[in-house]
């Protein structure tokens, strides 16, 4: 595990934590997202604000389908997160047609195999971006 990930883990730990994150909630922010081998985009069901990003050509086809749609629905979070839209109290619901990455949202522990550095990086990323909020 990445030691500024775990170091963040431990200062929010020191700090405490609120009951309002461990407590099923009704969504406050509500992200939709979805990719294919041509691009990835996402949006906001509350605000409307929407990102597309169109994978340049001579790299389509590099990566897992599954692996695209995890990205773009942690490339959906860290839009509105890197804008303050999102309260540290929030709770966000992000919907993909994509079984595998829907649970990729809640898992941190891939192994570090090569097939694997995406969601690892990934997965630490979206760590890091709710931990700032």
């Known amino acids: 595990m990445d030691l500024h ?3 963040s883990f431990l200062h929010s730990a020191y700090e405490g934590i609120s009951m309002n994150v461990l407590t099923f909630r009704k969504p406050t922010h509500v992200f939709c997202s979805d990719a294919s081998e041509f691009g990835l ?3 906001n069901l509350v605000s409307g604000r929407a990102w597309y990003f169109e994978i340049p050509v001579d790299c389509r086809l590099r990566m897992l389908l599954n692996s695209l749609e995890f990205l773009a629905c942690t490339i959906t979070i860290w839009v509105e997160a890197s804008g303050d839209n999102i309260s540290s ?3 966000i619901l992000s919907q993909t047609d994509s079984s595998t990455a ?3 949202l809640r898992k941190s522990n891939f192994a570090d195999k090569v097939d694997e ?3 690892l990086t990934t997965a ?3 760590a890091r971006i709710l931990i700032d909020t």
């Open 5 to 7: 990930l775990l170091l």
């Open 89 to 91: 109290e929030s709770c």
């Open 124 to 126: 630490h990323q979206l």
């Open 117 to 119: 550095a995406v969601q």
């Open 102 to 104: 829907a649970g990729w």
């Open 41 to 43: 985009g996402g949006y």
